[in-house]
């Protein structure tokens, strides 16, 4: 075998930033030769990541990245086990890079496609496993989605400043001016669903399950009033229930005598144009 010298150790540490004696025993293992050191320790992470594989990630950090020339953007949320783990330097840095990631990746949704996305010859996966074996903890994607826009609009990204919770909205307008001078009330809707956690961009967003649960939560808490006037509480409570959970019937945030729909409209009229809200996704970590 060959003899393993401190400095050999400490060069594998550099190449592959793992813990001293994890480089000790993968060159002893690896009879000196660094490659299959460097393999031995990426397999070390891959099973650590499959031990780990029904932990709970209920930590993280919600990453936001948007093209140089702001027609696309993409959001995802890179989850561990600890707090510890997130303010790691590792963990930040893997957080940044899952920001190019998801700008590269093909697909508009998955988590596993950012995975197997490759940026400058390497998979984010291999940054994961690398991670995993260093920390010992499960490290996942957990959400990720992508907005691209079509036409005249603009796409605006919030992110809360724990790291925790971001918001991406993707708005259209009828012209490029109108979105120009929409920037601002852009990031305010987008600060503002993060904020209320909206279920939905509107009704029609709302699936039918969910109104029937609200619709018997009602009738429940209303059982004993008069059988005549039953519905139209039901009717009143669930009017609502829909100012209150859909994003262009709520009230904003930052003026509550108005709707975030009067918002976007006022806003879009000032610019000489039009504007409609498309889509929003809000990541949570927790």
Do not use: W
């Amino acid at each position: 075998m060959a003899e393993i010298s401190a400095a050999m150790v400490v060069k594998l540490r550099k190449m592959s930033g793992q813990g001293m004696m994890d480089c000790k025993k993968a060159l002893e293992e690896s009879n000196g030769d660094f490659e299959k050191a460097i393999d031995i320790l990426r397999k070390k992470g891959l099973a650590t990541l499959a031990k780990r594989a029904e932990r709970e990630t209920t930590e993280g950090l919600v990453v936001g990245k948007a093209s140089k020339d702001g027609r696309i953007a993409a959001m995802a949320t890179l989850c561990c086990e600890t707090d510890f783990v997130t303010k790691s330097d590792d963990f930040a840095s893997a957080a940044a890079a899952l920001g190019d990631y998801t700008l590269a990746c093909s697909a508009d949704e998955g988590a596993e496609n950012v995975l197997g996305t490759l940026v400058a010859g390497r998979k984010f996966s291999d940054i994961v496993t690398e991670i995993v074996s260093k920390t010992g903890e499960k490290i996942a994607v957990g959400d990720f989605a992508k907005c691209k826009l079509e036409g005249p609009g603009l796409i605006s990204t919030y992110i809360h400043f724990n790291g925790k919770v971001g918001t991406m909205v993707q708005i259209e307008t009828s012209d490029e001016k109108t979105a120009a001078g929409m920037k601002q009330t852009a990031a305010d809707i987008a600060m503002h669903i993060t904020a209320t956690k909206p279920l939905s961009l509107d009704k029609s967003g709302v699936s039918a399950e969910t109104i029937e649960r609200e619709k018997a939560i009602f009738a429940e808490q209303i059982k004993n009033k008069p059988a005549n006037i039953i519905d139209k509480i039901i009717e009143g409570k669930m009017k609502k229930f829909f100012a209150e959970s859909c994003l262009i019937e709520q009230q904003f945030v930052k003026d509550d005598s108005k709707t975030v729909a009067q918002v976007l409209d006022e806003s879009a009229k000032a610019a000489g144009g039009k504007a409609k809200i498309n889509r929003f996704v809000r990541f949570e970590i927790g």
